[in-house]
T-cell receptor, first 114, second 117 residues
Framework: AQSVAQPEDQVNVAEGNPLTVKCTYS??????LFWYVQYPNRGLQFLLK??????LVKGSYGFEAEFNKSQTSFHLKKPSALVSDSALYFC????????????FGQGTELSVKP | KAGVTQTPRYLIKTRGQQVTLSCSPI?????VSWYQQTPGQGLQFLFE???????NKGNFPGRFSGRQFSNSRSEMNVSTLELGDSALYLC????????????????FGPGTRLTVL
């Protein structure tokens, strides 16, 4: 069965420091991986995706993610965190055999303090 | 382009009632998916529609149903509401799959907050 795990419920970083939000996945076919961010009382905003190609994917707002097939991971990173990055982050996977269905991790609350 | 719109934004219903939620996708997008978000269960896939046909379905009871119209707008219906149906219901649209078989990202609406009393 397909699954996504975000091992940390919360990540705290200081403004200006690098941040990492972790994600591991399990799928039966080719993994299509996504990161989304959710601000309070809002829907999800797309950040970036990995379909194929380079393992380092660059996305919106300075975020990037590194795909590691051997470790089945897709960690979200940013070199320098901003207070405005504080939000709920979701990793999601779409199995190549599952059409449009996205399977989400449980979410990681990112808190960036000044 | 305008984003995904969902109406209404907030709903309060009582147990046993039914409810219909509406979603208008981004212009040109033919795939519409629905998700339920709750604090306990997180984000769970309900169903996906493409060109008026249900293409995928999650593990929800038959009380949850949906449909898609020829203009790609979609509705979902929940009958015989239960307290546990209180949630944020999110709709997402995406462009059709490319000929190369890659998948496009989904764009989400702001959601409909359903409260069942």
């Amino acid at each position: 069965a397909q699954s996504v795990a975000q091992p940390e419920d919360q990540v705290n970083v200081a403004e200006g420091n690098p941040l990492t939000v972790k994600c591991t996945y399990s799928v039966s076919g080719n993994p299509y991986l996504f990161w989304y961010v959710q601000y309070p009382n809002r829907g999800l905003q797309f950040l970036l995706k990995y379909i194929t190609g380079d393992n380092l994917v660059k996305g919106s707002y300075g975020f990037e993610a590194e795909f590691n097939k051997s470790q089945t991971s897709f960690h979200l990173k940013k070199p320098s965190a901003l207070v405005s990055d504080s939000a709920l982050y979701f990793c999601a996977v779409r199995d190549s055999n599952q059409g449009g269905k996205l399977i989400f991790g449980q979410g990681t609350e990112l808190s960036v303090k000044p | 382009k305008a984003g995904v719109t969902q109406t209404p934004r907030y709903l309060i219903k009582t147990r046993g009632q039914q409810v219909t939620l509406s979603c208008s996708p981004i212009s040109g997008h033919r795939s519409v998916s629905w998700y339920q978000q709750t604090p306990g269960q997180g984000l769970q896939f309900l169903f996906e529609y493409f060109s008026e046909t249900q293409r995928n379905k999650g593990n929800f009871p038959g009380r949850f149903s949906g449909r898609q119209f020829s203009n790609s707008r979609s509705e979902m219906n929940v009958s015989t509401l239960e307290l546990g149906d209180s949630a944020l219901y999110l709709c997402a649209s995406s462009a059709s799959m490319t000929s190369g078989g890659t998948y496009n990202e989904q764009f989400f609406g702001p959601g409909t907050r359903l409260t069942v009393l």
